[in-house]
């Protein structure tokens, strides 16, 4: 009905005079003064710098192919440019795999956790800051296990030393230690570890040894399993790979498993935490070289 006055009303004082006398919205009678074909939206014209077909098609063809199924799409997207090719944006790579019948998805099999507030634990150099970590392998019967001991480096996520055993054990923990900090050279009063306040991270031959090479060793809080996230982080990383067993039939064949997984960790793996390069260009000094050259093939 308002919508009629103001027609009537326009030849005499305007639109927008008769929209302010009834108290009407002037952008409602102009849109109903529209053609119906008019409201209809625009298609939204293609950039100029949008991927062709074929260049859509050679990224999933990348991101499908048997080399790199399950990977994210950022680690793909890393691995490439180190190989000097660029196909796209790491966002582009993303967005394909979202267009491409919900491709985006975790490509491995998860387990639903709660989210929980993570401790921060400094380090600005390699061998600054280690975490490490008991893990449980399963065994080839049930209730049995073999025990996998990992030192990680903080900054580098790179694996200074690893053991499998059959128990967990104070003496072996302390073995291990004192192995790694004499490959890396651990300088006195330079070396924090971190632990969770597991048996064998609190005995006091671990304790008796950290004070005589000068280490200090700090814990999680009491029942805060998630005070050591970067060694869980890591466990995770093990577990959820593809090739991982079930079971391992005997420890030979853990510490064979182990052995070409912590090979493919330091060297191979493209950490998001360390802007997708691998461990071990990290820790040794190589990643300020590496970033030059991904700028120079961007």
Same mark, same amino acid.
């Given at each position: #009905?308002?919508?009629?006055?103001?027609?009537?009303?326009?030849? !005499?004082?305007?639109t927008?005079p008769?929209? %302010?006398?009834?108290?009407?919205?002037?952008?409602?009678?102009y849109?109903? %003064?529209?053609?119906?074909e008019?409201?209809? +939206?625009?298609?939204?014209?293609?950039?100029?710098?949008?991927?062709? #077909?074929?260049?859509? *098609?050679?990224?999933?063809a *990348?991101l499908?192919?048997? %080399?790199?199924?399950d990977?994210?799409?950022? $680690?793909v997207w890393?691995?490439?440019?180190d190989?000097?090719r660029?196909?796209?944006?790491?966002r582009?790579?993303?967005? !394909?795999?979202?267009?491409?019948h919900?491709?985006? +998805?975790?490509?491995?099999?998860? !387990?639903?956790?709660?989210?929980?507030?993570?401790?921060e634990?400094l380090? *600005?150099?390699?061998?600054e800051?280690?975490?490490?970590?008991?893990?449980?392998?399963?065994?080839?019967?049930?209730?049995?296990c073999?025990?996998?001991?990992?030192?990680l480096?903080?900054?580098?996520?790179?694996?200074?030393?690893w053991?499998?055993?059959?128990?967990? &054990?104070a003496?072996?923990?302390?073995?291990?230690i004192?192995?790694?900090?004499? $490959?890396?050279?651990i300088?006195?009063d330079?070396?924090?570890i971190?632990a969770?306040?597991?048996?064998? #991270?609190?005995?006091?031959?671990?304790?008796?040894? !950290?004070?005589?090479?000068?280490v200090?060793?700090?814990?999680?809080?009491?029942?805060?399993?998630?005070?050591?996230?970067?060694?869980?982080?890591?466990?995770?990383?093990?577990?959820?790979?593809?090739?991982?067993?079930?079971?391992?039939?005997?420890?030979?064949?853990?510490r064979?498993?182990?052995? &070409?997984?912590?090979d493919?960790?330091n060297?191979?793996?493209?950490?998001?935490?360390?802007?997708? #390069?691998?461990p071990a260009?990290?820790h040794?000094?190589?990643a300020?070289?590496?970033?030059?050259?991904? $700028?120079?093939?961007?």
């Amino acid at each position: #009905m308002i919508e009629q006055t103001v027609e009537e009303l326009t030849p !005499l004082v305007g639109t927008r005079p008769a929209c %302010r006398a009834l108290g009407a919205a002037p952008a409602t009678i102009y849109r109903r %003064r529209r053609p119906p074909e008019a409201l209809s +939206r625009r298609p939204r014209p293609v950039p100029a710098r949008a991927l062709s #077909m074929a260049e859509r *098609e050679a990224v999933l063809a *990348e991101l499908y192919c048997e %080399r790199f199924v399950d990977c994210s799409p950022a $680690q793909v997207w890393a691995t490439l440019l180190d190989e000097g090719r660029y196909l796209a944006s790491e966002r582009t790579f993303y967005r !394909l795999l979202a267009g491409d019948h919900g491709g985006v +998805r975790e490509r491995r099999a998860q !387990l639903t956790h709660p989210a929980y507030a993570k401790p921060e634990l400094l380090a *600005e150099r390699p061998n600054e800051l280690w975490s490490w970590d008991i893990s449980k392998l399963k065994g080839p019967a049930k209730w049995t296990c073999f025990h996998l001991y990992v030192i990680l480096d903080v900054f580098s996520r790179y694996v200074v030393g690893w053991t499998v055993q059959h128990r967990e &054990n104070a003496q072996l923990a302390k073995a291990l230690i004192g192995q790694a900090v004499k $490959q890396q050279r651990i300088e006195r009063d330079r070396l924090t570890i971190h632990a969770d306040r597991g048996t064998a #991270m609190r005995s006091k031959p671990v304790a008796f040894l !950290l004070a005589d090479l000068g280490v200090l060793r700090t814990h999680n809080r009491p029942y805060t399993s998630t005070d050591n996230p970067y060694s869980e982080a890591h466990f995770k990383t093990l577990k959820y790979r593809p090739e991982f067993p079930e079971r391992f039939h005997d420890i030979e064949q853990a510490r064979a498993f182990c052995r &070409n997984f912590f090979d493919w960790y330091n060297h191979s793996h493209r950490h998001s935490g360390i802007g997708l #390069m691998t461990p071990a260009a990290v820790h040794h000094g190589q990643a300020k070289a590496l970033h030059a050259e991904r $700028q120079r093939v961007l």
